[in-house]
């Protein structure tokens, strides 16, 4: 098997060459002092394994990783660190092996015997079985959230909650790429930049092995300095939202069952339940949105003489957006329908004190002059 070398430190780059020229097993077709020039050749010439040390300048070894991953996921790597702390992050990084510093050829021997033992490495990513009716979904609505079809009652694990917030980042941006320094500046601010970087390296692993233990059609690419997520046969709720959404008057019923349908995947606010400061114009629209075609039904169900229904939904809708007057003038239009008038000036004088506390202004003369014209 040939093997290239990359370290930062000659001193160490030269002994590490020497205990494996000792050992015979691996031919060194080159060694480097950067990462740069290691990927270089690989971009050239087939390698087997790298040994890679994780702290180097300009590109340190976790972040070359993914670049090695890309050119060939066949290659497999075993860091070096002078580190100990590293050393687990190393090794969850779908590394072979790990090495201290310095390093020693009776730990070198082990590590040789492993890649000889199991020359296959292990991929990262899968892909779900076609045409087998299985059917997978990610939610995005209240809270994120994977569905499989195969196991309904299976939970989603998460090894961090940086991890999730990045594989809802690189969501929410689907197919597009994004700077890694983005990525960083969002989730990381706080963090030195090497530190934020290790971190992020380390969650995208995390993310990929979620990913394949859901065998999920899902990818996370990384390519010139940028990440992005790429989806195949896997619903996506916000998606099939937009697809179906429909803004102007409901004309049949049988128009209103279908916009039910599509109202039902709002189950909450867009990401909601995570408060990530990122999402929030996303999820301005996504509400402003379902306001405006919930408020569309609740006009056709008054319209078919169903005021108690279009008055449930109203309420609900006045609990998103306690300000609104249009939520409020149907909700009024409900209570008269029903003959309710104690409800529906309890409903006004509710929502005129609110509008005068929080807002100091006064409800619409129009609705002013309507209540005023019922008592």
């Not at 040789?112 to 995005?140: F, K, M, N, W, Y």
């Not at 859901?214 to 996506?236: G, K, T």
Request: net charge negative.
């Amino acid at each position: 098997m040939k093997a290239i070398l990359i370290d930062d430190e000659k001193p160490a780059l030269q002994h590490l060459e020497r205990l494996l020229l000792k050992d015979g097993r691996l031919e060194i077709a080159g060694k480097y002092t950067s990462a740069r020039l290691g990927l270089q050749h690989l971009q050239q010439e087939k390698a087997d394994i790298v040994f890679l040390d994780i702290g180097m300048p300009e590109m340190n070894g976790l972040e070359a990783a993914e670049h090695i991953a890309r050119l060939d996921r066949s290659i497999r790597i075993v860091y070096s660190t002078a580190y100990s702390e590293y050393a687990v992050e190393a090794f969850e990084l779908n590394a072979v092996d790990y090495l201290l510093k310095p390093v020693t050829s009776q730990r070198l021997g082990k590590t040789l015997e492993r890649l000889v033992e199991s020359p296959e490495p292990g991929g990262i990513e899968t892909a779900a079985p076609e045409g087998s009716g299985r059917q997978q979904a990610i939610l995005c609505f209240k809270r994120l959230e994977f569905l499989d079809s195969e196991e309904p009652g299976r939970k989603l694990q998460w090894r961090t909650s940086k991890a999730q917030e990045v594989f809802a980042l690189l969501l929410h941006h689907q197919g597009q790429w994004i700077l890694k320094d983005t990525i960083v500046d969002l989730i990381w601010p706080d963090f030195k930049p090497e530190k934020a970087l290790t971190n992020l390296h380390t969650t995208v692993y995390h993310i990929r092995r979620l990913i394949k233990t859901w065998n999920m059609d899902v990818v996370v690419e990384f390519s010139q300095e940028r990440y992005r997520l790429l989806m195949r046969n896997v619903l996506l709720d916000t998606q099939q939202f937009e697809e179906g959404w429909q803004g102007d008057r409901v004309r049949t019923e049988e128009e209103w069952h279908r916009r039910e349908a599509v109202l039902a995947l709002y189950r909450g606010d867009y990401l909601g339940e995570h408060h990530y400061g990122w999402a929030e114009t996303r999820r301005k629209e996504l509400q402003a949105r379902y306001l405006q075609m919930a408020l569309r039904s609740a006009e056709y169900e008054l319209d078919a003489l169903r005021p108690r229904q279009a008055l449930g939904r109203l309420l609900a809708l006045q609990e998103i957006d306690p300000y609104s007057e249009e939520i409020c003038r149907l909700a009024l239009r409900s209570y008269a329908d029903i003959g309710d008038l104690l409800g529906f000036r309890k409903h006004y004088d509710k929502y005129k004190e609110l509008l005068e506390s929080e807002l100091g202004i006064r409800p619409d003369r129009m609705m002013e002059s309507w209540v005023l014209g019922l008592f």
